[in-house]
């Protein structure tokens, strides 16, 4: 077996709601499910995000979706002047470097972490490195 192969546990990240600083949720420790309806929803086509939607039809939920937008920056953007909330995997969120506050979900939805690459027995000296040192990692933060 390939290190591509292997699937590293834990690898899932857990999604959070992104809102402008201004949104009524921002103040809050957690965004409840069962309030996604209630505010614009700012999203991803299905098959981009396919586990959000997922978790969604399972809990239920239906977004008020207002835009559908397939790049982080256009999105996060237009989150970021209170046009609408989002659903990021964590790691996307914390890192954003628009005005925006990242609130934990209460449905706990994770997005699996992925990296794939056309061949890593053909692949460079370099590509082979970051492959060995991300299935290195340790996700379960």
């Known amino acids: 077996m390939t290190p591509c192969e292997r699937r590293k546990p834990n690898g899932d990240e857990p999604?959070?709601?992104v809102v402008a600083e201004?949104?009524?949720?921002?103040?809050e420790t957690v965004f409840p499910a069962s309030e996604m309806e209630s505010y614009p929803f700012i999203g991803y086509p299905e098959e981009e995000a396919p586990f959000v939607y997922k978790k969604a039809r399972e809990l239920g939920i239906k977004f008020n979706q207002v835009m559908t937008v397939d790049?982080?920056?256009?999105n996060l953007s237009m989150i970021s002047q209170n046009l609408g909330f989002g659903i990021y995997p964590r790691m996307?969120?914390?890192?954003?470097r628009f005005p925006v506050k990242v609130i934990p979900i209460d449905h706990g939805s994770y997005t699996p972490i992925s990296l794939g690459v056309r061949s890593y027995e053909n692949?460079?000296?370099?590509?082979?490195?970051?492959?060995d040192y991300?299935?290195?990692?340790?996700?379960?933060?």
């Open 15 to 17: 999604d959070v709601a």
């Open 22 to 27: 201004n949104h009524p949720m921002a103040n």
């Open 71 to 74: 790049n982080d920056y256009g």
């Open 92 to 96: 996307i969120a914390e890192n954003c």
């Open 123 to 131: 692949g460079s000296l370099a590509a082979k490195a970051f492959v």
């Open 134 to 141: 991300v299935l290195s990692l340790d996700f379960s933060l």
